[in-house]
């Protein structure tokens, strides 16, 4: 019982879930799947109708007139039946492709440090799985909750309409076999035998289904093996390539191979099983429908009933039959989808942490930087000073200076592991300075940007602006401070304005310049649309690739573009060819402007520009200082990375 009322709970939940994705939907499922039910109801009964004037001798008017009576009735229900299901075809069609941003929309909002988690990777490919092999999760939901009203109309208007037959009293007299047929008893009898059929049914039909879904989750790790193989390198032109280069073609037929007839084998499973239930449901029915046609034949013999009643009783046994395991087994669909719902509940009832104002001055939940402290006079006072730091017409530079950054004892290790990436970090740097953060790859050069732009929160000690805890900042105002470059940045199969202004709409002007000032002045020159080109070939057929290295300029001009007084480049130029590098820190000052800038690299002499360098190694700040200071300390970690790569330095710069 306590299974059960779980069960009803998230179902409950689901169809909720369903409404708010596509409202109405499941009100017009509702009313189609009533005349859907109704519909061969009102056949059957005007035929009976239509039959019994027959047989009674009426007047060809009376006749005709039921004739059209039962056109018209049965056209109406079937029209309007139709234009619901037409309607309700639509509403699916959106509510598929909402489903889709439900999942994206919480991928996108998640705190980063979520999206990064093993245990967020593990349930969207969960989700993927169930929908992948068994169609099952919230898109299964509209059509098992269908299939479950429209079956249980089917019930209710079955037992209404054969209800007089097990209810009626013989007035004549009978003798023999038609004796005990006329009878209360015989009437029981036949009850009894509807119902065991419907309850043989609707257990065979939840022994099958049940057994299918067992058959489908042994599929599932080959069916998402074999769907990675094919989205991301058989029916992907961006690994064709090196599939011909190294004649991969044999090795991917034989794992998808594997993998297929690991499906193969599920598929032969489930015929085996359909036919095996299929076989006993169909000899329960067959022996059923015998006993119905012997004993509603026998009472239309007695005089009982009427031929057109007989039509009328037998459809609807037939119905009753049918109705009641379909309604069993959609109920039965709808609990075992539970196992995918659970998921995909957890999956968007996981936190949204940091959207939240949670510093020392309590949680205002994270409506923005003016709403929530409008009435604390500290908080007036720190909406002057974010909002000085945000681009405007005055002078970015002055303004900057103004400003400073600390890290107070910072530590961060990432959520159930207990390795930290960051231990004990205290720094200060101000606005307007250029900082170069340094070190071997995993030493925490890359964490700590994280943190100051607020993709994760400190598990230990505090980041605070102008004194204040960057909490107590609003999460969309405060990023608006800074434009960075990722290592793994994402371009994306847009057109050139649009990745440049991360949005639709784009300037074209202004793109230009600060494509020309990243460096990619000569190649948007050749570009067939100029910045209107689309990149990359997903979408559109004259799409351009691009290199890596033009990719990467493409990347800094989008930070360019978003104008913030901080930007922050990690690796910026570690695809760039030597004289392109050379290019960017040569004309780094007049590129990055008066802006702050940090930046991370494991090239030492691309960081001798900058006014401050920071060594990280295992996770702590080691050093600090000029290059020259740096460098003269021979036993430090900086002057053995230097060493190790002066051998690669020419004339003072990176050649790599």
């Not at 009803?8 to 939907?25: A, F």
């Not at 006993?291 to 459809?315: N, P, Q, T």
């Not at 790859?441 to 929160?457: Q, V």
């Not at 000569?522 to 690739?545: H, N, Q, W």
Request: aromatic fraction near 10%.
């Amino acid at each position: 019982m306590k299974k059960w009322k779980e069960d009803i709970k998230i179902i409950i939940r689901t169809l909720k879930m369903v409404h708010k994705v596509s409202p109405g939907i499941l009100g017009m499922m509702l009313l189609q799947a009533a005349f859907t039910s109704l519909s061969p109801f009102v056949t059957m009964y005007m035929s009976s109708v239509l039959i019994d004037g027959i047989e009674a001798k009426m007047e060809l008017r009376q006749l005709l007139f039921l004739a059209a009576v039962t056109v018209t009735v049965t056209l109406l229900v079937h029209l309007l039946g139709s234009l619901f299901r037409h309607y309700v075809n639509y509403l699916w069609s959106r509510f598929w492709a909402k489903c889709d941003m439900v999942l994206s929309s919480k991928m996108m909002e998640m705190d980063y440090v979520d999206v990064e988690s093993a245990r967020i990777h593990r349930l969207r490919q969960q989700i993927e799985d169930f929908s992948n092999t068994g169609g099952e999760g919230i898109g299964n939901v509209p059509y098992q909750f269908r299939e479950l009203v429209e079956r249980g109309f089917t019930v209710i208007f079955s037992v209404f309409f054969v209800l007089s037959l097990f209810t009626a009293r013989f007035q004549g007299e009978a003798s023999g076999i038609l004796a005990f047929v006329v009878s209360p008893a015989a009437a029981v009898l036949l009850a009894a035998a509807v119902l065991t059929n419907a309850f043989a049914g609707m257990t065979f039909g939840r022994k099958m289904m049940e057994k299918s879904h067992v058959l489908m989750r042994q599929a599932t790790e080959a069916n998402r093996i074999y769907m990675y193989y094919l989205e991301n390198h058989i029916m992907t032109y961006h690994t064709g390539k090196d599939v011909r280069i190294y004649n991969q073609k044999g090795l991917l037929q034989e794992e998808t191979g594997v993998m297929l007839d690991a499906g193969v084998r599920m598929v032969n499973g489930q015929v085996r099983n359909e036919a095996k239930y299929s076989g006993a449901v169909a000899f329960s029915t067959v022996a059923l429908s015998a006993l119905v046609y012997l004993f509603v034949g026998l009472r239309a013999l007695a005089g009982m009933i009427g031929v057109g009643e007989l039509v009328l009783y037998i459809g609807s046994i037939s119905k009753f039959t049918d109705g009641f395991t379909g309604f069993v087994m959609a109920l039965t669909q709808l609990r075992t989808n539970n196992d995918a719902m659970r998921v995909y509940f957890e999956f968007l009832d996981t936190p949204v942490r940091m959207g939240e104002i949670t510093g020392r001055r309590g949680t205002t939940g994270g409506r923005g930087i003016t709403e929530g402290r409008e009435t604390t006079e500290g908080r007036e006072i720190i909406v002057c000073r974010i909002e000085n730091v945000i681009p405007c017409d005055c002078d970015t530079r002055q303004v900057a200076l103004q400003h400073e950054v600390e890290f107070r004892d910072v530590s961060f290790r990432y959520p159930d592991t207990e390795n930290w990436t960051l231990r004990h970090l205290s720094m200060k740097f101000r606005a307007g300075e250029r900082l170069a953060v340094v070190g071997r790859n995993g030493s925490g050069k890359t964490t700590f940007i994280k943190l100051l732009c607020r993709l994760y929160d400190p598990t230990e000690g505090s980041i605070l602006l102008d004194g204040v805890d960057i909490r107590d900042y609003g999460m969309e105002e405060y990023r608006k401070l800074f434009s960075v470059v990722f290592q793994d940045y994402q371009l994306f199969s847009f057109s050139l304005a649009q990745n440049v202004a991360a949005r639709t709409e784009a300037e074209p002007g202004r793109a230009a310049e600060c494509l020309q000032r990243a460096g990619f002045g000569e190649r948007l020159a050749k570009m067939p649309s100029g910045i209107r080109t689309c990149l990359y070939r997903d979408f559109e057929e004259t799409g351009v690739e691009i290199s890596g290295g033009e990719a990467q300029k493409i990347a800094l001009a989008r930070a360019l573009y978003k104008d913030a007084p901080i930007i922050i480049l990690d690796e910026p130029t570690a695809a760039l060819d030597p004289v392109a590098e050379y290019e960017i820190y040569s004309r780094f000052n007049e590129i990055i402007g008066d802006k702050t800038a940090i930046y991370i690299s494991h090239r030492l002499s691309s960081c001798r520009f900058c006014d401050d360098i920071a060594v990280f190694h295992m996770g702590e700040l080691v050093q600090r200082g000029s290059h020259s200071e740096l460098v003269a300390y021979a036993e430090g970690v900086y002057c053995e990375l230097w060493n190790a790569q002066a051998q690669h330095y020419a004339d003072g710069h990176a050649h790599l």
